[in-house]
């Protein structure tokens, strides 16, 4: 079992309506955490779960919302939005459970340094018309704790993408299109200098409709 002590503090301002300026700041100390290893084998990898001796993982967050109006009469209806988190854990294993791991100190798996979540909106005035534009990347991470002498399995940054549309097409119906994942970045798993894992999952395309009553 895996115990946590977690500290959370928050700050948080509303300058206006729909608009919000906040940065919050955590800490987390573990005892006993559990972490994925990846033992060495002479066909297709093994995986396995090791209590480590102790990890801690501090970070901050800011998150921002603004609506675009003061840019200029061209931006009226217009909302930009940023979410940035960074992150810094640090996780000690024991060596002494008959694996003899990579690093004896190092990230948490499925830890990223940073996360990044930032986009627009647009609304006209009755909130018929909308759009949002997402963008998201996240930080290289481990995905399996490698035993000597395999380095780690790390999921590399990729960059996302996603567009969404709202819009009336005539009396009470409507439309929407949804463009999820418009870079079609590869999904990356390197060990050392190999890429031992890779994909590309496409880009995916909605249309729909709806009837106001």
């Given at each position: 079992?895996?115990?946590i002590?977690n500290?959370?503090?928050r700050w948080?301002?509303f300058?206006?309506?729909?608009?919000v300026v906040?940065?919050g700041v955590?800490?987390?100390r573990?005892?006993?955490p559990?972490?994925?290893?990846?033992?060495?084998t002479?066909?297709?990898?093994?995986?396995?779960?090791?209590?480590a001796?102790s990890?801690q993982?501090?970070?901050?967050?800011?998150e921002?919302?603004k609506?675009?109006?003061?840019?200029?009469?061209?931006?009226r209806?217009?909302?930009g939005f940023v979410?940035?988190?960074?992150?810094?854990s640090?996780?000690?294993?024991?060596?002494a459970?008959?694996?003899?791991?990579t690093?004896?100190?190092?990230?948490?798996?499925?830890?990223?340094?940073?996360?990044?979540?930032?986009?627009?909106t647009y609304a006209?005035?009755d909130g018929?018309?909308t759009?949002?534009?997402?963008y998201?990347r996240?930080?290289?991470r481990?995905v399996?704790?490698?035993?000597v002498?395999l380095?780690n399995?790390i999921?590399?940054?990729?960059?996302?993408?996603d567009?969404s549309?709202r819009?009336p097409?005539t009396g009470?119906?409507?439309?929407?299109i949804d463009?999820?994942?418009?870079?079609?970045?590869?999904?990356?798993?390197t060990?050392?200098?190999l890429e031992?894992?890779?994909w590309?999952?496409?880009?995916t395309?909605?249309?729909?409709?709806?009837?106001?009553p």
């Amino acid at each position: 079992r895996t115990l946590i002590d977690n500290l959370d503090l928050r700050w948080e301002w509303f300058p206006d309506a729909e608009e919000v300026v906040s940065l919050g700041v955590f800490a987390k100390r573990f005892q006993d955490p559990i972490e994925r290893v990846e033992q060495a084998t002479s066909g297709a990898y093994q995986a396995t779960f090791q209590n480590a001796l102790s990890a801690q993982n501090f970070g901050a967050e800011l998150e921002l919302r603004k609506r675009l109006g003061f840019v200029g009469g061209w931006a009226r209806g217009l909302t930009g939005f940023v979410n940035l988190t960074v992150m810094d854990s640090r996780v000690t294993l024991d060596t002494a459970r008959g694996l003899t791991v990579t690093d004896r100190e190092r990230r948490m798996v499925g830890q990223a340094p940073y996360v990044v979540n930032t986009g627009v909106t647009y609304a006209n005035t009755d909130g018929r018309w909308t759009a949002t534009l997402l963008y998201n990347r996240v930080g290289e991470r481990i995905v399996a704790a490698g035993v000597v002498p395999l380095p780690n399995i790390i999921e590399r940054p990729r960059d996302v993408v996603d567009l969404s549309l709202r819009f009336p097409v005539t009396g009470a119906l409507s439309a929407r299109i949804d463009a999820r994942n418009l870079l079609d970045a590869r999904y990356r798993f390197t060990q050392g200098t190999l890429e031992r894992e890779g994909w590309n999952v496409g880009r995916t395309f909605q249309v729909g409709f709806s009837v106001r009553p």
